[in-house]
């Protein structure tokens, strides 16, 4: 059984720093995708950062703040995440395709706040 765990989250004040982790187990294939969504409350569901192949996409509110990274040929990911706003507080999901399909993992709450 395919797992995402997401670790990293937390409480931080305005202007501080987080680093969220993702790994992936149960699965044998290499993931060809993989990055981070956030949820805030009453918001729909957003792309934050992902990695596809050698390509890195991020949402413009993490253009210059966050960066993401994955450790070469592992299931696993980043997301270093600097000069937090208030407004980056939400639930940060990471996901991993693997053989064609998504898999999401249970997601860390991040709160910035002073």
């Known amino acids: 059984q395919v797992q995402l765990e997401e670790s990293g989250g937390g409480l931080v004040q305005p202007g501080g720093s987080l680093r969220l982790s993702c790994a992936v187990s149960?699965?044998?294939?290499?993931?060809?995708?993989m990055g981070w969504y956030r949820q805030a409350p009453g918001k729909e569901r957003e792309l934050v950062a992902s990695?596809?192949?050698?390509?890195?996409n991020y949402s413009d509110a993490a253009k210059g703040r966050f960066t993401i990274s994955r450790a070469t040929a592992r299931n696993s990911v980043d997301l270093q995440m600097n000069s937090l706003r208030p407004e980056d507080t939400a639930v940060y999901y990471c996901?991993?395709?693997?053989?064609?399909?998504?898999?999401w993992g249970k997601g860390t709450l991040v709160t910035v706040s002073s």
């Open positions: 996901y991993a395709n693997l053989g064609g399909a998504n898999f």
């Open positions: 149960g699965s044998r294939s290499y993931a060809f995708a």
């Open positions: 990695i596809t192949g050698a390509t890195i």
